[in-house]
Nanobody, 124 residues
Framework: QVQLVESGGGLVQAGGSLRLSCVAS????????MGWFRQAPGKEREFVAA????????LLADSMKGRFTISRDNAKNTVHLQMNSLKPEDTAIYYC?????????????????WGRGTQVTVSS
């Protein structure tokens, strides 16, 4: 059974940093893309970043470029999202997801597995 477990969320002041982690288990993830999405109250789920488990190639949403970085640690089956220069509008629940060779990495329906999410709150 595939499990994705997020951690690292919390309360931080604007301008601060957080590092989210997602530990994946339950199968071999070769060929999978690991993604981070976020959802704020009353808003749709939004793509943040994605990384290929096999190649390490990454994709970032335009609004995150220069502030967020995604990486993976194959030995620990873990994906990280480093978030710097956080803004109040980054406040959301952040979800880790895994999709097998998704055609559209920025679309939630391309992903097969989801974690329960971790809350990130940025105060002004």
């Amino acid at each position: 059974q595939v499990q994705l477990v997020e951690s690292g969320g919390g309360l931080v002041q604007a301008g601060g940093s957080l590092r989210l982690s997602c530990v994946a288990s339950g199968r071999t993830f070769s060929g999978y893309v690991m993604g981070w999405f976020r959802q704020a109250p009353g808003k749709e789920r939004e793509f943040v970043a994605a990384v290929s488990w096999s190649t390490g190639s990454t994709l970032l949403a335009d609004s995150m470029k220069g502030r967020f970085t995604i990486s993976r640690d194959n030995a620990k089956n873990t994906v990280h999202l480093q978030m710097n220069s956080l803004k109040p509008e980054d406040t959301a629940i952040y979800y880790c997801a895994a999709g097998y060779r998704p055609q559209l990495m920025g679309v939630p329906t391309s992903y097969n597995y989801w974690g329960r999410g971790t809350q990130v709150t940025v105060s002004s």
